[in-house]
């Protein structure tokens, strides 16, 4: 399984944009790379999936350079209910195969 | 997406007691899983529930101390047995849907063992 790291934590004041970088230098050919967001006693809420080059929803943006051995999840223009924990993982999305396995994630504090 | 709905939410057990926790998703799905997150730290794996067979358990997690069951492609239940102040935690189950192509997370189960 491809083993990520992400900064602990971060801080924004509200209305910046935020993107927080995850590393995953030994990400194999069929994984994809899925972000989750998760709010203190809830379980985590997926935001966006890709494979390369940039992906972008009603929520966020994720950008895949071409050696895909890290990306980068941007939230545009944060607000006060952005903070949150925001967890990086990577794995093949094949049903049945290895499950997604969580690192540390990245506290986000969002600040008035 | 898939909707997955726990119960208990929440709970206050007893040291040595036993809790089920019940998971029921809205649609048929391939892959169900559990998870534990104890406070302040991040989501570990405690087993894959298979349907109509036993679960696959991660290291670190045993059959007697977590039995699941999984009787068909809806639903799935996790026990935490004999439970000590260790098992305080919030339990996630979560679905693999072929639709869209990642997990789903339940809202969790929080329990306080005293």
Known sequence: LAKTTQPISM???EGQEVN???SHN???TNDYITWYQQFPSQGPRFIIQGYKT???NEVASLFIPAD???STLSLP???LSDTAVYYCLVGDRSPGNTPLVFGKGTRLSVIA | SAVISQKPSRDICQRGTSLTIQCQVDSQVTMMFWYRQQPGQSLTLIATANQGSEATYESGFVIDKF???RPNLTFSTLTVSNMSPEDSSIYLCSAWTATGNTIYFGEGSWLTVV
Do not use: G
Request: net charge positive.
């Open chain 1, 11 to 13: 801080d924004s004041y």
């Open chain 1, 20 to 22: 927080i970088t995850c």
């Open chain 1, 26 to 28: 030994n990400i194999a």
């Open chain 1, 54 to 56: 940039k992906v972008t």
């Open chain 1, 68 to 70: 895909r051995k890290s």
């Open chain 1, 77 to 79: 223009r944060v607000s």
């Open chain 2, 67 to 69: 039995p699941i069951s």
